[in-house]
């Protein structure tokens, strides 16, 4: 039975999109099928850390959603990509990064039914294990379409004031949407800070399991979305943690 | 002869907003008549980062928008918390009050023409030397206006190669909007990074000028919103940086 998780952040900048590559990338090492797609089609991101580049990019999610061919033609299986020797895989479906494509998606809209279907359709058509959500940040339609099928919801946070009161709306909404499973992930703590202090707070502020509270990192910032961190420091304590999240979050 | 500077980025969470309120105070300690617009009417920064609670709002740039008040009306004057006597002034003006509109009024759009006129107009009712734009992050039709405002463009980005294709991007964009003049500012280089080589290496990737190389800092980190940086460091080297943006993009 095929699972939707949907990794989201009430603002930008959290490390939404490197969570999930990791996630993705920790859950398809563990020899499942998992697709992930790049709804946020504003500020198309994680293809980069897949190694995909514009021109290898053969459709992408904004062609499905202009009717120009089924949700699987967009489909890019970048485990090979990965060298990683994955015993599963990974299927990776981008928003276009031409500002032509970006720019005509925000004047024109599309049917955010058409990306519900979508999803089943990648489901069935690729015989997913998972199929993981990077969603636009914030609380729109696109986003609580995302929410309102996923299994489960990873909310990323950062330690920082912006974050607190829209996190606090979106575990409010996520829970009168009857996620199954639904998870804080704090990101980029300070080293000043003590992160269990800081997801003991969270926890009690938001009454909402916190599945890890991840420390800025230095390799993290180094590697700079180039790659995959867990696949690169696969015993650093970020990886760890990563892996934690994927379990909670697979469920 | 004032100026209209716009703080741009194509990735959010790049730090662009304090970057904007850090540089805006810095304007204003040195004498010049500065105001803040935060446009980022769904997740409003410059509340905190100035200490506006919600009850001090009553105007904000989102009732602009609605056509219930003048842009200069919803200007907040906050020079006191820059905490000395500073010479110049410092305005705010708010993305939203404690309406909870902001969400309303994206779904219904507003007149791109309102941004262009109101700025005119506050430039004009303040009297100010500088009106500094905080923009929303990416491209859309409403950074996109502010861009096309702007006498000059400071375009954030991190060393991250997520940035890489779409800074290109909105450099090409300023360009085609004759933005007069535009400069990268990049954030939160790895702090043991050689800054000028990293300066080096953009202004040669980009062929754009580079207003500063800000290297990640624990403290401004830890800092967050909570406060800014600059009151609180002032002889900080960020700080001084910080400095070189305004002296940049001005």
Known sequence: MSKIISIHSFRGGTGKSNTCANVTTLLAAQGMRVGVVDTDIQSPGIHVLFGLEEDDMKHSLNDYLWGKCKIEECAHDVTASLKANLSGKVF???????????????????????????????????????????????????????????????????????????????????????????????????????????????????????????????????????????????????????????????? | ?????????????????????????????????????????????????????????????????????????????????????PKGKLYVIPAEGHSGEGALLLRKGYTLAQLGEGAHQVIRALNLDVLLIDNGAGLNQETMMSIAIADSLGVVLRLDKKDYQGTSLVLEIAKELSVPRASLIVNQAPADYDLSDVKTKVIKAYHSDVAAVLPYSNELATLASDALFVVKYPQHSLTKLFKQVGERLM
């Open chain 1, 92 to 251: 990776l479906i981008p928003s276009s990064i031409k500002a032509g494509e970006i720019a005509r998606v925000l004047r024109e809209g599309y049917d955010v039914g058409l990306l519900n279907d979508g999803f089943r359709g990648l489901t069935d058509a690729l015989n997913l294990d998972i199929l993981m959500i990077d969603t636009h940040p914030g609380l729109n339609e696109e986003t609580l379409l995302s929410i309102a099928i996923s299994d489960a919801l990873g909310i990323i946070m950062r330690p920082d004031q912006q974050d607190y009161q829209g996190t606090g709306v979106t575990v409010e909404i996520a829970r009168k949407l009857d996620v199954p499973r639904l998870y804080i992930v704090v990101n980029k703590i300070p080293p000043m800070y003590n992160a269990d202090e800081v997801k003991a707070r969270v926890e009690k502020t938001y009454n909402c399991q916190v599945a890890a509270a991840l420390p800025h990192s230095d390799e993290m910032m180094t590697l700079a979305s180039s790659g995959i961190f867990a696949l690169k420091y696969p015993d650093h304590p970020v990886t760890q943690a990563y892996k934690v999240v994927a379990e909670k979050l697979a469920g």
């Open chain 2, 1 to 85: 002869m004032s100026k209209t500077i716009s703080i741009h980025s194509f990735l959010r969470g790049v730090g662009k907003s304090h970057i904007a309120a850090n540089v805006a105070s810095l304007l204003a300690l040195q004498g010049k008549r500065v105001a803040v617009l935060d446009t980022n009417i769904y997740a409003p920064t410059m509340n905190l980062l100035f200490g506006l609670g919600s009850l001090d709002v009553k105007d904000s740039l989102t009732d602009y928008l609605f056509g219930r008040c003048t842009l200069d009306s919803a200007a907040y004057d906050i020079t006191l918390s820059l905490g000395t006597k």
